[in-house]
Structures are given as structure tokens and as C-alpha cells.
DNA sequence: TCTAATGATTCGTG
DNA sequence: CACGAATCATTAGA
């Protein structure tokens, strides 16, 4: 109270004192004289105030806001205040951007969400939907627009919820905002300090973003998983797709492994993934060789068919007078095209040839998003 | 509705 | 990483 009243009591004439006289109530005494009774009649006041009536105290507030030495008391009083309680605070206030926020942010503007309405997202939509479509045709449409009108009603409820947080954020900086400068007519308010309060909500309310971006992102990524979920998506390959693969097993029965290019190329002529071709090959490989009986007919059948084709291909060979090429869909000319005894596979391990294309060309897990490249 | 077929995934192995 | 084997999840046909 001591350095307090020393204070107040440097204010009694404040219009005439240079800020480094304040500090010195001594030299203020001997050049006006004010007597310190006046200061701490307006202390009482102000510390009587709350016990009043209200009409009183309406009545005293008026007083007081009138008084000759009002407005010296409130700058020193948001000096002291200053000095001493938002100077600590202040060093937090210049927090960098939250990274967790910038985040989120990236990936709902990746994911369309944010930013422009026909922006990344339709091509994110877009590799979702190729992704779940399987085979190329009118099908990757409908799973198309599926996605985007869910992507499109999450962006709509993200967006709605943002603006609502907005005006609430604003709303309430505003009340709060007014509600300062009201009381800064009674008590010591810079308007610093109302600017740090705003900062204050504003981080407040930004927590408030964040969950609601996390939980869209997490809406995306459900979304985007079960479209992108390729065996709840399954779709036969059709009837050709089927034939050529078909036609390569059994006419390579002796060592049904195709290479890195024949599965390329398989790939190709069946509008598939390699890593599709791969797991054609290993479901029918293992399905082959736990009952053969079963696939005889079928054997035999693409033993014909490849070994007809094989016979027109020759036929044209020699009408053209040029030598045939060997093709790796076609019956290899040491396999008898029909098998008496029921053929048998050999377990041989392939060499691992081209690992680093089989490393890009191999996607488990997304095997579709390659279907149409 | 049931069931066989089938494409994809997972796990252990070399 | 490719493969075999087991299994899952979906499709298609009876």
C-alpha cells in the first residue's frame, strides 16, 4: 500500500509532470502541495463503490468518471497494471502457428474439403473412386459420384460448422470486446489489453477448430477407406480378361509363373493391375494344384483353343512367307496341347528378376489405383 | 437363401 | 519380395 499511495499521491497534478516525475511524489508535493487526503477520499470511494445501491453507485460512478483526476489515475493505474501482471503474459502471446492445425489444414484442402469447391478434391475423389471401381467401365462412374456427393455433404456440414464457430468466435469477441471498454470507464483497461483478451478468445476458440477439422479428417478418412477398401468392392473380371489369363496358365502348365513383362503384358491385355495378375496367378496356382480333377476340362479346353490359334498362327506365317513370332499367350511348341496324364506344377521358385519395377508396379493394398494408368 | 466360385488379403517361409 | 497356404468377403447362379 506504501508504494501505492506514493504512486496515487504523484498523481495530484499530473497535467504539469513529465512521466519520470511521477515516480517521485516528493518533488510533486513541493511543487503543488495537493494534500493526500484528496487520493485517498477516491479510494474510498472506489472500494465502497460495490457496497452501495445501485442508483448510489451509479450516482458515485458518474462522480468519479467527472472527476478532474480521472483520467491521470486510469493511465497510471494501466501503467502499474501493465508493469506488472500482462507484462508476464505477454511474452506467450506470440505463439507460432500450431502444426497440428497446419496439418489438418493440408489435408483437408488435399482432400477438397477446404479451399475451392471443384479443386484437389475432385481429383482426390477421383483416385478414390478409381481406386474402388476395379475394372474400368460405367461402373467407376456411379462409385464416382458416390464419393464425391459424400465428400461434398462433409465438406458442406465442415463448412456450416466452421461458419457457425466463426460468428460465435466473433460474437463473443465483440461482447467481450464492448464489455471491456464499458468497464475501462471504471476501472484500468488499456486497450492492449483488450487486444490480448481477443487473442486470448481467439486461441480459445481455435481449440474448438481444431476438433472440429479433426474430426472431418477422420469422416475423409473413413470415407476414403471404404471406398478405397478393394475386396468389399470386388468385381469379377470379365469373361475375356479371364480367357487370356486362362490361356497363359495352361499353355505354361509346366512352369505356370509368368515373368515381370508376361504379367506387364497380361496386365495390358486384360485392362488389370500386375498385382492383380499376380494374385489371378497365386489363387489359380494353388486352386489348380488342390484338385487337379477338377480343372481337366478346362485344361483341355485352353489346350485346344490355344493349340488352334496357335495352328492359325502359323498358317499365317507361312501365307506370308515370314517366320512367326512367339508370342507368350500362345501354346509353347514342347506342350503337348492335349494332356493325357493330368499335368502337373512344378513348385519352382522364379528368379526375382526386376525388382525395382516390380516394386513401383506392385500395390498391395491399393492394387485398383493402377488399373487405369 | 444357400453355395460354389473368385478376387483380395494375411501370414509364414526362403 | 515372391510364393504357397489359409482365409476373408463378395459375386453369381441354382
Not at 513541493?30 to 485517498?40: S, T, Y
Not at 458518474?62 to 501503467?79: D, G, I, T, W
Not at 516394386?359 to 489405383?369: A, D, K, N, Q
Request: glycine letters at 6%; a neutral charge.
Amino acid at each position: 500500500m506504501d508504494d501505492q499511495t506514493r504512486m496515487l499521491a504523484g498523481l495530484a497534478g499530473l497535467g504539469g509532470l513529465s512521466q519520470g516525475d511521477v515516480g517521485d511524489p516528493d518533488s510533486v508535493r513541493k511543487q503543488l502541495g495537493q494534500p493526500q487526503q484528496d487520493i485517498g477520499d477516491i479510494l474510498q470511494q472506489i472500494m465502497a463503490i460495490t457496497d452501495e445501491s445501485l442508483d448510489e453507485a451509479q450516482a458515485r460512478k458518474h462522480a468519479l468518471n467527472c472527476h478532474r483526476m480521472k483520467p491521470a489515475l486510469f493511465s497510471v493505474l494501466c501503467e502499474i497494471k501493465e508493469k506488472t501482471v500482462l507484462s508476464i503474459r505477454g511474452i506467450q502471446d506470440e505463439d507460432p502457428p500450431d502444426p497440428q492445425i497446419m496439418r489438418l489444414d493440408n489435408m483437408l484442402l488435399a482432400e477438397g474439403v477446404s479451399g475451392p469447391e471443384k479443386g484437389g478434391g475432385s481429383a482426390a475423389a477421383a483416385a478414390a473412386a478409381a481406386a474402388a471401381g476395379g475394372s474400368p467401365g460405367a461402373d467407376g462412374g456411379i462409385e464416382h459420384s458416390d464419393y464425391r456427393a459424400k465428400l461434398a455433404q462433409i465438406r458442406q456440414i465442415y463448412h456450416s460448422e466452421l461458419e457457425k464457430y466463426e460468428q460465435a468466435c466473433s460474437e463473443f469477441t465483440n461482447h467481450v470486446m464492448n464489455l471491456l471498454r464499458e468497464q475501462s470507464r471504471t476501472r484500468p483497461i488499456s486497450p492492449k489489453e483488450i487486444e490480448r483478451m481477443v487473442a486470448i478468445i481467439h486461441r480459445k476458440f481455435s481449440s474448438i477448430q481444431m476438433q472440429l477439422k479433426q474430426s472431418t479428417c477422420e469422416a475423409v478418412m473413413i470415407l476414403r477407406s471404404r471406398f478405397l477398401d478393394a475386396r468389399r468392392k470386388r468385381r469379377n473380371f470379365n469373361k475375356q480378361a479371364t480367357e487370356v489369363l486362362n490361356e497363359y496358365f495352361y499353355s505354361h502348365l509346366s512352369n505356370p509363373y509368368p515373368s515381370e513383362e508376361a504379367k506387364e503384358e497380361l496386365a495390358k491385355k486384360c485392362a488389370i493391375t500386375v498385382s492383380q495378375v499376380s494374385n489371378w496367378f497365386g489363387n489359380k496356382r494353388i486352386r489348380y494344384k488342390k484338385n487337379i480333377g477338377k480343372f481337366q476340362e478346362e485344361a483341355n479346353l485352353y489346350a485346344v483353343k490355344t493349340a488352334v490359334d496357335a495352328a492359325s498362327v502359323s498358317a499365317q506365317a507361312s501365307q506370308a512367307n515370314s517366320p512367326a513370332t512367339p508370342n507368350s499367350g500362345t501354346v509353347c511348341p514342347c506342350q503337348p496341347p492335349l494332356t493325357p496324364t493330368p499335368p502337373s506344377i512344378s513348385i519352382t521358385l522364379p528368379p526375382h528378376t526386376n525388382q525395382l519395377r516390380s516394386m513401383l508396379l506392385h500395390t498391395h493394398c491399393s492394387s485398383y489405383t493402377l488399373a487405369e494408368v
